[in-house]
């Protein structure tokens, strides 16, 4: 007799983070998990750090500050605010609180790979839809809802292609969903997005049941570190999973952090224009180097490397983590041949593509 879990946990494949370490001795330029080369605002972190003075506190246990800071900004009333240790938390605490063994959840081809290993860790079975030009498809998700159905997760924009669906289709994918199946818009790149057809969904929220959105500080606020993620939804799903959540699962440096950064519009501004500029130089000259981009409207990009022998991702990635650059892999998403880079500070985008350049000219072996 020895101790087994329950079903579905060891079918899990373990989350791989991006990597962070180059050579020794070479300086490290991290493009591996789509943190912004900014930092956070200065007010975030001096909030924080207020906090450690009284660390033999518990936080409070609601984040009551961070939930009256998101509603203000965002013009929300604070019952449909849930706040999590990250949006990887909310993502798990649906799952539990919405599957159960024998249920299915969708998600897309190339979706996050955290909806997976949730959905299998409440026991519940994963149902991929294909996507079309790696942008998820309306039409292949409806196709895939059966009686089974609880959840369906939708990355808009996803990681890691970079793509996404105007706001329009995620209408039409409400309206085609029954009433018991919640639609999942995780916004965790909404910021980044100017498109005038995208909507992160604060108005479906509001207006639905069913739909529910989820929002990160670990992107364009640059607090990954902290694990602050929101979640806005109906009031009977926000009340269901507060009973589930750990009672404390903010910690007070988060609370506060969160709280002053969200307030920072005119850094969030800024932050969203360094992007947009980047993003484009850095796609153009990367396509200049005769390798393909997928259109992104998010801070990285997924890159397509040839078939040819010794010009794929994986000796591009070698290469690249040689000279301290260290994007991303992306094979478990279904990307063998490609890696993602996260758009970096200016002389990281710079040196990508430098590096890049050589790279191609090199003889294969
Ligand atoms: C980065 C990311 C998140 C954010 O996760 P946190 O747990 O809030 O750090 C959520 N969804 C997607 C698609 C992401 O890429």
Redesign the pocket.
């Known amino acids: 007799m020895k101790p087994v879990p329950k079903n579905g946990v060891l079918d899990i494949e373990i989350y791989v983070p991006g990597k962070s370490r180059a050579p020794d001795g070479i300086k490290l330029y991290k493009l591996s998990?789509?943190e912004t080369p900014l930092g956070p605002p200065p007010a975030a972190l001096e909030a924080a750090s207020r906090t450690l003075f009284d660390l033999a506190s518990y936080p409070d246990g609601q984040a009551n500050d961070l939930k009256a800071a998101i509603a203000e900004v965002h013009g929300l009333n604070t019952a449909n605010i849930l706040c999590?240790?990250?949006?990887?938390?909310?993502?798990g605490l649906l799952c539990q609180c919405y599957l159960a063994p024998g249920d299915e959840a969708i998600h897309t081809e190339h979706?996050?790979l955290?909806y997976e290993i949730q959905i299998k860790a409440a026991g519940a079975t994963p149902v991929v839809a294909p996507e079309t030009d790696r942008t998820a498809d309306v039409d292949a998700i409806l196709a895939r809802v059966t009686e089974k159905t609880k959840l369906v997760f939708l990355?808009n924009p996803?990681?890691?292609t970079g793509t996404y669906l105007p706001f329009d289709e995620i209408r039409r994918l409400q309206a085609g969903l029954p009433g018991n199946v919640i639609l999942v818009l995780?916004a965790?790149?909404a910021e980044y997005v100017r498109r005038n057809d995208y909507g992160a969904g604060i108005e479906l929220v509001s207006s639905a049941e069913n739909v529910v959105m989820?929002?990160?500080?670990?992107?364009i606020y640059g607090l990954?570190g902290l694990?602050?993620?929101w979640l806005f939804g109906p009031e009977a799903i926000v009340q269901a999973i507060d009973r589930v959540r750990g009672p404390f699962n903010l910690n007070a440096a988060a609370i506060a952090a969160g709280a002053a950064a969200i307030r920072d519009r005119a850094f969030v501004e800024e932050a969203a224009s360094f992007n947009a500029e980047w993003l484009e130089w850095t796609t153009r000259e990367i396509e200049a180097l005769g390798l393909t981009v997928t259109p992104s409207v998010c801070n990285f990009i997924l890159i397509h490397f040839p078939d040819e022998p010794g010009k794929g991702a994986a000796e591009a990635d070698a290469y690249l983590t040689a000279r301290g650059y260290i994007l991303r892999r992306v094979a478990g998403y279904g990307f063998p041949n490609g890696l993602r880079m996260s758009i970096g500070s200016e002389e990281a985008n710079r040196g990508v593509v430098a590096a890049l350049a050589e790279f191609l000219k090199s003889p294969s072996p």
């Open positions: 998990s789509n999590g240790n990250g949006s990887d938390e909310l993502l979706g996050f955290v990355a996803n990681n890691p995780d965790a790149y989820t929002r990160t500080f670990s992107k990954a694990r602050i993620g």
